[in-house]
């Protein structure tokens, strides 16, 4: 491979940092490449665990991270190894674009002119080596046309629910869920298989917000980019959702996981709460009619939790320019 000096400096310090790799080398991909805080943010939590999901909203680096992920061990890892890796979507059409994409960003970076396309005419399924000794392959599926028996060191699952053409019906999003939890999550090979899942939710019964997933994630949830930070002009009607887990017991602090300040206006905060089955109550059942919350949503008692069961109320938070953090009952909301 004929890297100039200057490159393999570029090279040496991006192998181990993928947040250098995004600023320096993958950036080269794109014409006009936006760098930001935001974008070192995604990048440094991708490459934090095996297992992560984000949900975020549109436009906000998510599929661009998977590109940059995948063309990161494609540029170390792939040097010396094998390496199958699998993209998943809401279908398969919605799969191959993005994988589409991916090899249009290698035939871009002049980094990767010396990399062998070993399937130059498919548009939608990559192969690649760089010494005809070891191949990187990445392929393309839809979740709704999933078929078993695929384990690999790399998996990536990028906008689950989201149909270009249609609002989803229950029956799909509940199938989905069903897929994701009893396939996908097992698919990563034993021990250092990678599972990254990006997404915006279309429902509240979405993976995204099931505790039993989540728990073998490290998951990062971001409220909208509202306002363009230089001219100020809004981005989006209304921030984005603020999700919260709530512990069994103890403190009630949460972090919201913002990107710079957040934008003052109106959230819409989704508690999600443990509540004593016995004792009957739920946490929807604290929410009075204009949809504050209303009394405690733990409700321990002294009566055994047998067994405790998740519960959702609504609650909306409105944040001012100088307020910087906020107290709903038990919950403190620190920005």
Same mark, same amino acid.
């Given at each position: 491979?004929?890297?100039?000096? $200057? ?19 993958f ?21 934090s ?17 998977? @590109? ?37 960003? *290698? ?10 396309? %070993?399937?130059?005419t #498919? ?12 191949? *990187? ?10 078929? %078993? ?10 906008? &689950?629910? =989201? ?10 999003? @509940?199938k ?11 698919? &990563? ?12 939710? =279309?429902?509240?019964?979405d ?8 728990? %073998?994630f ?5 409220? #909208? ?6 001219? /100020? ?26 990107t ?7 959230? =819409?905060?989704?508690? %999600? $709460? ?21 009394? #405690? ?5 002294? /009566? ?8 959702? $109320? ?5 944040? /001012?320019? $100088?307020?910087?953090? #906020? ?9």
């Amino acid at each position: 491979m004929s890297f100039t000096p $200057a490159q393999i400096k570029e090279l040496t310090k991006s192998s181990n940092d993928f947040v250098y790799f995004v600023n320096h080398i993958f950036s080269h991909s794109v014409k006009h490449f936006i760098k930001g805080e935001h974008v070192d943010n995604t990048a440094r939590f991708l490459c934090s665990s095996k297992r992560t999901i984000r949900v975020s909203a549109r436009h906000h680096f998510k599929s661009f991270s998977f @590109y940059a992920y995948f063309m990161w061990k494609l540029m170390f890892e792939g040097s010396n190894n094998n390496l199958e890796s699998h993209y998943f979507s809401f279908n398969a059409d919605l799969a191959g674009y993005h994988v589409n994409k991916i090899k249009k960003c *290698i035939e871009e970076n002049p980094y990767f002119d010396d990399i062998i396309d %070993r399937k130059p005419t #498919a548009e939608t399924v990559l192969k690649y080596t760089w010494n005809n000794k070891h191949f *990187i392959t990445l392929t393309p599926h839809g979740l709704v046309q999933f078929k %078993r028996g695929i384990h690999a060191p790399l998996i990536f699952v990028d906008d &689950p629910f =989201q149909d270009p053409d249609n609002e989803l019906n229950p029956l799909i999003i @509940y199938k989905i869920n069903e897929i994701f939890k009893s396939n996908i999550m097992d698919m &990563p090979t034993e021990p250092d298989g990678e599972l990254h899942v990006c997404g915006t939710p =279309q429902t509240n019964e979405d993976f995204f917000f099931d505790k039993m997933v989540t728990a %073998r994630f490290r998951v990062q949830v971001l409220p #909208a980019i509202s306002k363009d930070p230089t001219t /100020g002009e809004e981005l989006y009607p209304l921030p984005w959702w603020v999700i919260f887990n709530v512990p069994t017991g103890g403190q009630y602090n949460v972090e919201i996981n913002a990107t710079g300040d957040v934008t003052p206006g109106t959230y =819409q905060a989704k508690a %999600r $709460a443990w509540t004593d089955y016995n004792a009957g109550t739920k946490a929807s059942d604290l929410v009075d009619s204009s949809g504050n919350i209303v009394g #405690a949503l733990y409700n321990g008692g002294t /009566g055994s939790v047998n067994p405790p069961i998740l519960d959702e $109320a609504v609650q909306t938070i409105v944040i /001012g320019q $100088a307020v910087v953090s #906020a107290t709903i009952d038990n919950f403190t909301i620190t920005i």
